[in-house]
């Protein structure tokens, strides 16, 4: 381990400009008594600076607006510019019902000096603002509570509260996301009349859907945030409800010009949706709803320079810094549930990299950001696109790019070179093309769905599965050979793979659905496409117990009550199985075994679908209980068949446990050290057992994870209890320092027969 280090500061620290700093607290008195906060940077998280600023004891950031902090312990409120030094005191916050802490979001309308400045909170428990006008002419500040439920109701039916306040241009926005009929965002409209606050709701749309299907959960965090002229609206998808595992970032904007044409939009419809129902909105409310969303917000694919910071552990905050060091720049920076480990998703290249938080950050200390302005010039890094049509391309990420004035590696007779090139194929074909100048003469480009490659093909096999990424984005698929790193790159392909889920992989052949939604199969390495008949809009758990083009093929899925079955080569429609599986459900990794099907529950449970095939089948669930396992976070999973035996993978959180249980005779999970000769690989949807090739490869399971420096696939060693690379400068104690995809994305075995 790296050891950190850092600096004592009296009051402010010197903090450099280059990077965006984020300010830790921890209310509680720390250990030796100092208190004081840690100030450091995400991308230099060994070092930091322990300050005591005064104004800061004992009072926590809750947000900061035209250089103004709030502040607040307790029922003390204050503001604070730390240019200035000046502190305006508020009045204690005494609310009627007791409920000093249920304060959520906070917004400051103007700044101080404003005479229309007002302070506005909002409830997390009730549909109540609670505000301060700051007008330096009164004789006191004083804090008064209002209702919006009426206002709320009558342009969001059912909705019953608002959050995440936000500025922008001088406005107040906020998102209302737990009514029935759509989700919302609302324009808090403050308007000072004498010595009255007019607060007034106006609906100015709803809140962007993205274009496809990222994730198949529907646990997600809304963000709003404002900055100058310009709305975000930012959305972080998870994969489970435990919201430790993310699944997808997205990011839209819009400018104030589109707000303010919307709100008129929807001002001429002059709707009155007070206590509607979802059976009463008509097909009319929800076009027009649509339409006007659709136009006002803009996806935004890249950040440039900017970066986003998400802190969900307290308070949900978000932070954004509009302009930082390039390199530095195109990430939304995400401090996880457990409050250890942070969540860097890049959106150039759409991957999520964990790193370890700072060791002076407790879970339970609160975040926030520190608006240090930069000062210079950065110039964007360039990133040259190479969009050759319909090749494979193969690019070793440690090597350096070959010079045209470059020794001849293969200094043979150019006949001879033609010669080895007829005895290469598939990779080694590759490989030797991108040796040198003289060998890329010598290997003409091939497109390896042509017919007669494919013959070449058809006996050919790699060592290792790969790890198939699909950008639908830009058309491209992407595939790593975990044993060397080497990147093979499928640019242009069918314009019929519009793959939103990938549900199974075996056999070198994708099940997935698309955007029709319909079920799919698709063997990327011949482009071959086999459409299964509609099931519906349903997702699932599927698998498949041979490649489509056998006569034996059935694909498998489980629903909350059903369980689908399709024999490919037979039926033309599926046939439904319905069940009782009570709170066992979801399933997941159903797994073929003789006649059988095994499904995994939850924590290690089993499910077995007996003779399958035939009219007397049967369903027993809970045939094992979960095993005991050493693993104290939340874990992952995985079940999969190694050659007559049942296997059982559980992975605690972030990688800091792995452990392999073997299913015996009675039914009862058995923990094992090793698997022999064989090797596991992991995904979200895929747990595929094969016999390695070669002794340095078995008695390990390869995760989709990189590492962040080597580009290679991260594997643990059973051996060893430790995790790793072919590269052995990269041991690692859980899954810090590596990445992983956000696109659709499992381990393929390659096959072009």
């Known amino acids: 381990m790296e050891e950190r ?7 402010f620290p010197p903090l450099c400009p280059k990077y965006p700093w984020l300010v830790s607290q921890s209310l509680e008195t720390d250990e030796d008594g100092t208190g004081g906060q840690f100030f450091y940077t995400i991308h230099d998280p060994l070092f930091h600076y322990q300050c005591r600023i005064p104004e800061l004891l004992e009072n926590r950031i809750r947000g900061c607006f035209y250089g103004w902090m ?7 409120w204050s503001l604070w510019n730390p240019v200035t030094s000046k502190i305006i005191q508020l009045p204690p916050l005494i609310l009627k019902d007791g409920e000093c802490d249920d304060i959520n979001s906070f917004c400051l309308s103007y700044p101080p000096d404003d005479p ?14 609670v505000f301060c006008r700051l007008d330096r002419k009164r004789k006191r500040l004083r804090w008064m509570e209002m209702s919006y439920v009426h206002q709320l109701k009558r342009i969001s039916g059912n909705g019953t509260l608002v959050h995440d306040l936000t500025c922008c241009d001088g406005k107040v926005f906020a998102l209302n996301t737990d009514g029935s009929l759509a989700k919302y965002v609302i324009h808090v409209d403050i308007v000072i009349r004498d010595k009255e606050v007019v607060i007034k709701l106006r609906l100015s749309g709803g809140c962007p859907i993205h274009s496809y299907l990222l994730t198949d959960s529907n646990y997600q965090i809304k963000y709003l945030k404002g900055y100058r002229s310009e709305l975000f609206y930012l959305t972080v998808d998870f994969n489970e409800e435990t919201k430790k595992t993310i699944g997808a970032v997205v990011l839209f904007k819009l400018d104030m010009a589109s707000i303010i044409k919307c709100e008129k939009l929807l001002e001429g419809h002059n709707w009155d949706m007070t206590n509607w129902t979802p059976g009463e909105v008509t097909d009319e409310y929800i076009e027009d709803l649509i339409d006007i969303t659709d136009m006002m917000w803009e996806e935004l694919l890249d950040l440039n320079d900017a970066i986003f910071c998400v802190d969900l552990v307290r308070d ?22 457990m409050g250890s480990i942070i969540h860097s998703y890049n959106f150039r290249d759409k991957t999520i990299s964990l790193s370890d938080m700072p060791s002076q950050v407790l879970p339970t200390s609160h975040i926030s950001s520190w608006d240090c302005r930069l000062e210079g010039d950065y110039f964007d890094s360039i990133q040259e696109v190479d969009d050759k049509a319909d090749e494979i391309v193969v690019r070793r990420i440690m090597d350096d790019v070959v010079e045209l004035n470059e020794s001849h590696l293969l200094n043979l007779p150019f006949h001879l070179l033609e010669m080895i090139l007829d005895h290469c194929v598939g990779v080694e074909y590759m490989n030797f093309r991108a040796t040198c100048k003289r060998c890329h003469i010598a290997a003409p480009l091939i497109k390896w769905r042509d017919k007669s490659a494919l013959r070449r093909l058809s006996n050919y096999s790699v060592v290792s599965p790969w790890l198939m990424v699909v950008d639908q984005e830009q058309g491209i698929i992407t595939c790593t050979d975990p044993m060397l790193g080497d990147k093979y790159f499928m640019k242009k392909f069918n314009e019929r793979v519009l793959c939103n889920k990938i549900l199974c992989s075996r056999f070198g052949w994708l099940l997935y659905y698309n955007d029709a939604p319909m079920l799919v199969f698709y063997n990327p390495f011949t482009s071959d496409i086999r459409e299964l008949p509609p099931l519906g809009n349903y997702y699932g758990r599927f698998c498949f117990s041979a490649p489509p083009t056998s006569p034996d093929c059935v694909v498998v899925g489980f629903s909350r009550s059903n369980i689908y079955i399709h ?12 069940l009782d599986f009570g709170d066992a459900h979801p399933y997941s990794f159903p797994t073929f075994y003789g006649r059988d099907l095994y499904a995994l529950c939850k924590e290690g449970k089993l499910g077995i679908l007996k003779y399958m095939g035939g009219e007397d089948y ?8 979960a095993p005991t396992s050493s693993c104290t976070s939340h874990a992952s ?19 800091e446990s792995v452990e392999v249980f073997n299913l015996n005779s009675t039914k009862e999970w058995e923990k094992i050290d090793g698997l022999g000769r064989h ?6 949807t895929t747990c595929l057992c094969i016999e390695a090739k070669y002794p340095h490869m078995e008695n390990k399971i390869y995760f989709p994870q990189l590492h962040s420096k080597s580009k290679r696939a991260v594997f643990y060693s059973l051996e060893t209890c430790k995790y790793d690379t072919f590269n052995p400068k990269s041991i690692e104690e859980k899954f810090v320092r590596t990445s992983y995809e956000i696109h659709p994305h499992a381990w393929i075995e390659p096959t072009w027969s």
């Open 5 to 11: 280090h850092g600096l004592v500061c009296e009051g």
């Open 70 to 76: 709030i502040l607040s312990n307790n029922t003390k």
């Open 116 to 129: 229309s400045s007002v302070l506005l909170l909002t409830r997390a428990k009730k549909s109540t603002f």
């Open 316 to 337: 949900h905050s978000v932070f954004y810094f509009p302009g930082i060091a390039s390199e530095f720049g195109g990430y939304v920076h995400i401090r996880g549930v």
């Open 567 to 578: 024999y490919v080569a037979r039926e033309q429609t599926w046939r439904a199985i319905h």
């Open 618 to 625: 049967s369903w027993e669930k809970d045939v094992s209980r």
């Open 637 to 655: 999973h995985f079940l999969t068949k190694c050659n007559q035996n049942l296997l059982l993978v559980i992975v605690g959180f972030s990688g």
């Open 679 to 684: 090797m596991i690989y992991i995904s979200g």
